[in-house]
């Protein structure tokens, strides 16, 4: 697993380094054989020090945790148990859909970045047409999994996204989920099958 620990405002010592990797390899051994690669950034505030770990599983699974404390271990250590929880809630689902059966086959999307502007003296088609033409900063392939509804939901939840495009298994077409402000699901269907 290729490690990467990131401080921000922040040095963080090679000791600590070395702890980091041995939790973060010793934690996600417990749930999966080869992890990708796994990310942890820490960032000091005001009020303490954040601890954000991102944990790319497989192509199609990322899991991402967040603590928080007034001292930069403590923080860490909430954050892997935040990961913990997760993995520990989602064992069972994580491992049916590793036996999926082959006919599972993954859709190939674009992904557009796009830079914001202040655009309160613009009409909302005029915003609409110069964020698709000017400020488009990155294009790049994505691939769409093919999932149930109750797996989006999952991967929507591992991976604290905002939102989740997929292809439902069940019914063959292009779908999105989002998660509200009061924590509500929403799933939309397009009726379009791929």
């Given amino acids: ?28 051994q417990k749930y999966f054989d080869n992890v990708i690669s796994a990310a942890v950034t820490f ?15 497989s192509q199609d699974l990322s899991i991402r945790s967040e603590g928080s404390s007034s001292e930069v271990q403590n923080a860490f250590e909430d954050a892997i148990n935040h990961m913990t929880k997760r993995l520990r809630r989602y064992k069972g ?13 993954l859709i190939e999307g674009r992904q557009y970045i796009i830079q914001p502007e202040d655009q309160n003296e613009l009409s909302q088609q005029e915003q609409v047409e110069r964020a698709i033409s000017e400020r488009i900063i990155a294009e790049k392939a994505t691939e769409i999994d093919t999932l149930t509804v109750y797996e989006a939901i999952m991967h929507l939840d591992l991976s604290e996204r905002p939102v989740l495009m997929f292809k439902n298994s069940d019914n063959q077409r292009v779908s999105v989920i989002y998660k509200q402000q009061d924590g509500k699901i929403v799933w939309l269907d397009s009726g379009i099958n791929s």
């Fill in 93 to 105: 689902r994580l491992l049916r859909r590793r036996v999926r059966p082959a006919d599972h086959r």
């Fill in 43 to 57: 960032n000091k505030n005001p009020s303490g020090y954040t601890c954000q770990i991102h944990v790319h599983v």
């Fill in 1 to 28: 697993m290729q490690t990467s620990i990131f401080g921000k405002k922040i040095e963080i010592p090679d000791w600590f380094r070395q702890k980091i990797e041995e939790i973060l390899e010793k934690t996600t």
